[in-house]
């Protein structure tokens, strides 16, 4: 089955840590993306890649940091500079940055800071 | 299958004036309604609307969502040349975000 898959579902940090979340895909997009969604807003931008060892700052790219270095593969790292990293966090991936208008997304990763 | 349909698909108006975007939906597992606003970078957050008749304000921009009716609209007051951009209704599903066609909006001094 083609999709996106998450890791962790939930993630605890302590404050002062840094923490990659995981984002896999196996339906061959180019595109990938990572949203943070805080409660009663939308998702915002973090960062977008539009195809291998590239990578763009989104909205609100400040503490955190990418790679993609493999087109299935892009990891999300939160860094101890993130002032309220408590958030649910979605990647998502499209055929290409194009093609945004039909993106899927995994299932998430809940990150909470002690 | 889920579905975005916008209108206009291209507006062209004076600065100053007042616009109105609309976007009609089908889904089977309605979460929210998004708009977006995109100039040359991947779409920027405007609102989320979750609720019927409840209007979202932000400066000159508002929106509001018709559950009944499956639409929902965005108005821009007092438009500026800096709203120019393509401006995109977006449907989140149960595990998929499906994005309008979008309305390229240009604001003439």
């Known amino acids: 089955d083609g999709g996106i898959t998450q890791s962790p579902k939930y993630l605890f940090r302590k404050e002062g840590q840094n923490v990659t979340l995981s984002c896999e895909q196996n339906l061959n997009h180019d595109a990938m993306y990572w949203y943070r969604q805080d409660p009663g807003q939308g998702l915002r931008l973090i960062y977008y890649?539009?195809?291998?060892?590239?990578?763009q700052k989104g909205d609100i790219a400040e503490g955190y940091s990418v790679s993609r270095e493999k087109k299935e593969s892009f990891p999300l790292t939160v860094t101890s500079a993130q002032k309220n990293p408590t958030a649910f966090y979605l990647c998502?991936?499209?055929?290409?940055?194009?093609?945004?208008?039909?993106?899927?997304f995994g299932p998430g990763t809940r990150l909470t800071v002690l | 299958e889920d579905k975005v349909v916008q209108s206009p698909l291209s507006l062209v108006v004076h600065e100053g004036d007042t616009v109105t975007l609309n976007c009609s939906y089908e889904?089977?597992?309605?979460?929210?309604l998004l708009w977006y606003k995109q100039e040359k970078k991947a779409p920027t957050f405007l609102f989320m609307l979750t609720s019927s008749g409840i209007e979202k304000k932000s400066g000159r921009l508002s929106s509001i969502l018709d559950k009944k009716e499956l639409s929902s609209i965005l108005n821009i007051t007092a438009t500026q040349t800096g709203d120019s951009a393509i401006y995109l209704c977006?449907?989140?599903?149960?595990?998929?975000?499906?994005f309008g066609q979008g309305t390229r909006l240009t604001i003439n001094p």
């Open positions: 998502a991936s499209s055929p290409s940055l194009a093609a945004y208008n039909e993106q899927f």
């Open positions: 890649s539009q195809i291998v060892n590239d990578f």
């Open positions: 977006v449907l989140q599903g149960a595990q998929k975000l499906v």
């Open positions: 889904v089977t597992n309605f979460r929210s």
